[in-house]
């Protein structure tokens, strides 16, 4: 397991980040030397503002109200997946510092529960939107509509997810653990510490590594960067 760990868990994490990072320069180069229109693209109605117009460029990119009035069904699984999302990065902020305001507000203990809460309720939100969406392209008109990338999204999404549950609902890792390991590769000193590599929990993040790392070398690549350029093409709407 212990080389299993370091292919995922460290080597590919720099793999993955590195991709990631340069991958998307690569696409905000790209659309920073697009040449602009010189036709004006706004939709009416148009706000007369500059402010107005980034209220409007967030409320169409966070809450997609048109997605919301033409399936609400599928903005409802949507919106509760980034909602979900946001939350479980949010929480993986722990791997980094632990929030030690809560901490003392809540107590080690009230932590635990709290994060065991927020942690599941996120994962449990999260499988049901990517299983929502598998049975969308899968059953139905939609299928007509799919292609294999869709599917490849799909399953990276669900294995990332899957094996993110399985760590917090079977695992028995305390944060702290899992901090030290991911604060080792912040220094470029990577260790995996021995609790982890003695548990069964340890072959979950591996595979959550994996999945995760694949995701990221992909992302920039793959029709999901709209999760980006969304912000700017609606501004551009908004003109």
């Known amino acids: ?65 048109q997605s919301a009035r033409i399936e609400p069904l599928m903005w409802a699984f949507a919106f509760a997946f980034h909602v979900a999302a946001l939350g479980a990065f949010v929480g993986h902020g722990r791997l980094i510092h632990e929030f030690t305001p809560l901490v003392n507000w809540l107590g080690e203990d009230g932590m635990a529960t709290f994060a065991a809460w927020s942690g599941g309720t996120a994962g449990i ?20 509509l799919s292609v294999p990338e869709d599917y490849l999204l799909l399953a990276l999404l669900f294995g990332v997810i899957i094996m993110g549950d399985h760590m917090r609902f079977v695992g028995t890792i305390h944060a702290a653990t899992y901090r030290e ?17 003695r548990s ?31 912000f700017s093409a609606n501004l551009v709407r908004s003109e």
């Not at 080792?184 to 021995?194: G, N, R």
């Open 1 to 65: 397991m212990e080389t299993f760990l370091y292919i995922t868990a460290v080597y590919g994490v720099y793999l993955g980040i590195g991709v990631f990072v340069i991958g998307m320069a690569w696409r905000t180069y790209q659309w920073a030397t697009t040449p602009k229109s010189p036709v004006r693209l706004g939709m009416f109605p148009k706000p007369k503002t500059g402010a107005a117009r980034v209220l409007k460029m967030l409320k169409d990119t966070l809450i997609a109200p």
């Open 125 to 144: 939100l999260m499988l049901a939107a990517v299983v929502f969406w598998i049975a969308r392209r899968t059953f139905g008109p939609f299928k007509q």
């Open 181 to 197: 390991w991911f604060q080792s590769l912040l220094v470029f000193k990577p260790e995996i510490p021995d609790d982890i590599l």
């Open 200 to 230: 069964t929990t340890g072959w979950s993040l591996g595979a959550h590594m994996l999945f995760t790392d694949l995701f990221l070398i992909y992302f920039p690549f793959s029709k999901l960067v709209h999760a980006i350029g969304a």
